[in-house]
């Protein structure tokens, strides 16, 4: 019987021992998605932007004309690529704060999947906001936004 009761003690220790070990595991693995997302809109907004920058290429004069406004506008295009991966930055330690938190492993899994909601959330708008401005960024260099 002091066996039974000295295996159940070792197993329960096991248990609460391999409980944060398994919370940082997922909280490093959603911090990984968030990162794997942050780096593929801004990979996304680079090959639209380089996309629309081969389509100005093609404009020669009038680029030439608005080239100032065409690197003020490029470069908030990079600022906002940038702003974005910063706030997503920051959402993810703030999940893994709320997750190294938690009391419980239902807990963890609560939060993770609140921030893997929310930062799929982000991440589309995150893509319309760059869209839109490689749009303007684009209208803008071909004369088209002036009609």
């Known amino acids: 019987m ?3 009761v000295k295996d159940a003690i070792d197993k329960g220790a096991k248990r609460a ?8 595991a997922a909280t490093k693995k959603a911090t990984d998605r968030a990162a794997k ?7 996304r907004a680079a090959k639209g932007a380089k996309s629309a920058a081969d389509r100005v290429e093609g404009v020669g004069a009038s680029i030439r004309k ?5 690197a003020k506008q490029g470069n908030s295009i ?3 690529v940038i702003e974005h991966a910063e ?3 920051r959402e993810a330690f703030a999940a893994m704060r709320k997750a190294a938190g938690a009391k419980s492993p239902a807990e963890v899994a609560k939060i993770q999947g609140e921030y893997l909601r929310d930062q799929g959330a982000r991440a589309l708008a995150h893509a319309r906001e760059i869209g839109d401005l490689i749009m303007q ?4 260099a071909t004369g088209a936004g002036k009609k």
């Open 17 to 24: 021992k391999d409980a944060p070990d398994k919370a940082a």
């Open 66 to 70: 608005s080239g100032e406004k065409l």
């Open 2 to 4: 002091a066996k039974k």
């Open 87 to 89: 706030a997503n930055t």
């Open 137 to 140: 960024f684009g209208r803008d």
């Open 78 to 80: 990079s600022m906002k």
């Open 37 to 43: 997302a942050a780096k593929d809109a801004t990979d």
